[in-house]
């Protein structure tokens, strides 16, 4: 019987820049330590086999000169439609099973699609045993993503595949690792699945009414980004918290903020946060807040953090996540194998 190969990526939390990056500003994302695995095996017919239960399907079959018709359901579509792209300048006889296995929901906006295209891609190259770098697994997830969904600047499938915390320019013209050590963020949920096509749509619309003004907004972000680069290098949380706050005032004047959120980032700041904002498209998902950091009282910085985090947990959902994971990685069974 074939082995399987599995790959595994992070989730991401953006950190700053979100919806000025699909025009050209730089934006700073994390990953998270919450990841999807996918399993690829030969199965030796000429048919694909899904099961992907956390991303809404359990059995799902092709031939394989069928795959990437219209209609497929949304949680096969980035797997299904990377398969057929693989396919086209690597052709099979050979079709594959699929299972994929998540350690967070979908609906966090921890980037579970970007992070299955990206687990998968790395396991059927690794199955059929083809060479594949960094840079050409974004090529062929990015443009999966864009086939798939229209629109997105590409941040979350650089996260998936590099981890760390990452400064990046859309299309992957800048892709920076940035050594920051650890992050002091609490991370809150709203309980609202955000809809990000629609959000990014949204904005394209507000930037076609009324480009100076959404352009100024752009460019403001871009300094802020540009400011939290700098801060997150020589570790002064302070101003990053400060730039967090200021990131959400430009957020808010572009429309894609909630009043969830605001509460959130509200509560968090009341409780001792050095700033807060939300984190993604907006309208619901996640937020983000600094924690104090006392690099001389530990102590301190824990109970300054307790205090935000039950408010978080008072008024949201209080996420236990780590920043800074590792980005795409074979799977231990998979290292063994090859
Ligand atoms: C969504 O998580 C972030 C956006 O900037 C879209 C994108 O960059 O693809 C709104």
Known sequence: MALGI??????????????????????IVSAVNQRLFVTVTLNGENVFHLSAPDLGLTAYSKNIDTLGG???????????VLYKRFLATHPQIRGIDVVTKSDFSSSFGFGSSSAATV??????????????????????????VLEVQGVGSGFDVASAIWGGTLY????????????????????????????????VRQVAEHRRRQPKIIQGLFSQITTIATRAREALLVGDFKTVGFLMNENQLLLNELGVSSAKLDLLNKKAVEAGAWGAKLSGAGGGDCMIAVSPMYKNDPRQSKTERRKIEKEIDCYGELMKVDLGAEGVRLEEDAKNNN
Not at 73 to 79: A, E, H, L, M, S
Not at 122 to 138: E, G, M, Q, S
Request: proline content about 9%; charged content about 15%; some cysteine.
């Open 168 to 199: 990046y320019v859309s299309p992957g013209k800048v892709i920076e690792p940035l050594v920051t050590g650890n992050l002091p963020l609490v991370v809150g949920y709203t309980g609202v699945k955000a809809d990000t096509p629609t959000l």
């Open 6 to 27: 599995t790959a595994s990526a992070p989730g991401k939390l953006l950190l700053f820049g979100e919806h000025a990056v699909v025009y050209g500003s730089p934006c």
């Open 70 to 80: 219209k209609g497929l359901p949304t949680g096969v579509r980035f797997i299904e």
């Open 119 to 144: 687990a998968f891609a790395k396991a059927l190259f690794t199955a059929y045993n083809i060479p594949v770098d960094k840079r050409r697994l974004f090529e062929i997830c990015y443009q999966t």
